[in-house]
DNA sequence: GGATCGTCAAGAGCAGTGCTCTCTTTTTTT
DNA sequence: AAAAAAAGAGAGCACTGCTCTTGACGATCC
C-alpha cells in the first residue's frame, strides 16, 4: 500500500514540480504580475481549475517560486564561495558579491522577487525566511573566519555603534560568531551595499549614466570589504 | 477665447488631479498592482471609460504618479539638506539620508514604485528621468561642497578605481565637480549604500532581526560618511 | 471480485480587470 | 444659431483569480 500511494504522490509530485518550472519560465519573461495560473495551466494543456489541486491560490504558487529562488541564489553563493581558498577572504566575498549579482542579472525578475519591492497583496509566509538566510549564512561564515583568522583589520574613522544596538547586535552575531559589535555594524553596510548596487543596476538607476558595471561593481565591493576590515587585495 | 479656454483647461487640469490624488490614495493602500482604473473612477463618481479622456492607459497614470513621486521625495531631499549649516557637510549628509529613509517609511508603495522593482509590463519613460534626479542632485552637491571646502578626505585603504571607469566617473562628476575619480565611486559605495539599507528595512529584509533601525540607520551613514571622507562627527 | 471512497480533471460561472468602441450630451468655437 | 470639439455613458471583448459542481479514474477494504 505504500508503493501504490507513493505512485500517487510520485505523479503530484512531478505535476508541481511541472507547474513551478513553466511558472518559472512565465515568471522570466513575464515578471511576477504576469504570472497568470490560466496561462501556466493551458501550457501544460491542463484546465485552469485543475492548478488548484496543487497550489490552492496564485500566492502559495508564488510562494513556492520565492523558496525555490532563495534556494538558487543561496545555492550559487556558496558554490561561489567553495571554490575559494579558504584563507582567501577577500576573495570569498568578492566571489559571493559576483555570484549575487550574476545571479540577479541571470534571473532579473526572480530576483526582484525576492529583493525587489514587495508583491502587492502577497504577504510572504514564515516558510520563507530559512531559504532566504542561506546566502547571509556564506557571508556570516566568511566574517567570522577572517576574524578567528585575525585578518580582520577594520580602519577606524568612524565612531562605534551606539550601545542601543548591542541587542540587534547579538542578533546578527550568531551568523558571525566571534566578532565585535563594530565589525557586525560595518558587516551590514556591506551587505546592504552589496544589495543597494545590485538594485540599482538591475533596477535601472545606473541607465545612460554607468556604462562599466561589472568593474564599477567590483571596485566598490572592494571599497566595501576594506570598509569591513578585510584585507585590502585577494589573495594577499 | 483664452478666457473661455483656459476654463475648461482648468476643468481638466483640476480632473487630473483629482485622479491621481485618488489614485495615489489607492496607491497607499493597496500598492502599484492593485491600481484599478475602475476603481479610481467608481471613486470619483465617473464610469471607468471616461478615466481614459485623461490617461489613455494605465501605465500613464502610474507614469504621473512615478514623476509626482520622484518629485516629492526629491523636495523632501532638498528641504532637509536646506535646513543644515552649508559647512556641515556630514550634517547634510544624514540629513538627506533621514529625509530618503522618512519618505520611504511614510509612503512605502510610492517608494517602491521608484526603487523598488519595475512594475511588471510597465517601462518607465524618458519623462522620468528628470525628476529622477533630484534627490541625487542635492546629494552631488554636499560633495561637491565638501570638496571645495577642503573637508573632503578619505582614507586611503585601497586601491584606487580602474582606469577603465574613467569615462564612467566624468560622467557622475557633472553632478558633483571637482571631486577624483576615487570620490567618485566612493560616492557611488554610499548612495547605493543607503538605498540598499532602505530597501532592506522597506522590503523586509530585517524583519524578526533589526528592532533598532532608525539608530543601525544612522550609524551605517555614518560609516558611509566616513567612507567617503566626510568629517567624522556632524558640526566638527 | 465488487463495492466504496478519496483524488483529480473538466467545465460553467462569478466578479473583477484594462481597454475599445459607439452614442449621446455638453461646451466651446465660428 | 450652426458647426466643431470635448467629455460622459454604456456596452462589449478578452482576460484574470477563484469557486462550485459533475463525472471519471484508481486505490482500498470486505
Known amino acids: 500500500m505504500n508503493a501504490s500511494r507513493t505512485a500517487r504522490e510520485r505523479v503530484r509530485a512531478e505535476l ?9 519560465r512565465h515568471l522570466a519573461t513575464d515578471g511576477a504580475g504576469g504570472l497568470s495560473l490560466r496561462a501556466v495551466a493551458r501550457d501544460m494543456g491542463m484546465v485552469s481549475s485543475a492548478i488548484y489541486r496543487y497550489f490552492p491560490s496564485r500566492d502559495d504558487l508564488l510562494t513556492a517560486l520565492i523558496i525555490d529562488g532563495y534556494n538558487a541564489i543561496g545555492e550559487s553563493v556558496e558554490i561561489a564561495d567553495a571554490g575559494c581558498a579558504r584563507d582567501d577572504f577577500t576573495g570569498r566575498w568578492l566571489a559571493v558579491c559576483h555570484a549575487v549579482r550574476t545571479w540577479a ?10 529583493y525587489g519591492s514587495p508583491v502587492p497583496g502577497y504577504q510572504a509566509p514564515e516558510d520563507t525566511i530559512g531559504p532566504a538566510a542561506r546566502d547571509v549564512v556564506v557571508y556570516g ?32 552575531r550568531q551568523l558571525m ?31 545612460n549614466v554607468i556604462t562599466h558595471r561589472r568593474e564599477l561593481f567590483e571596485h566598490n565591493m572592494l571599497s566595501l570589504a576594506s570598509l569591513i576590515g578585510l584585507p585590502p587585495t585577494p589573495r594577499a
Open 141 to 172: 561564515r566568511i566574517i567570522s573566519d577572517a576574524q578567528a583568522a585575525g585578518r580582520l583589520t577594520p580602519p577606524d574613522m568612524c565612531p562605534a555603534p551606539p550601545e542601543v544596538l548591542s541587542s540587534d547586535a547579538e542578533a546578527v
Open 16 to 24: 508541481i514540480r511541472e507547474i513551478t518550472d513553466i511558472a518559472r
Open 177 to 207: 560568531p566571534g566578532v565585535s559589535d563594530d565589525v557586525v555594524a560595518r558587516g551590514i553596510v556591506a551587505w546592504t551595499g552589496l544589495f543597494g548596487m545590485v538594485n540599482f543596476e538591475l533596477f535601472g538607476q545606473f541607465n
Open 105 to 114: 542579472l541571470d534571473h532579473p525578475h526572480e530576483y526582484a522577487l525576492l
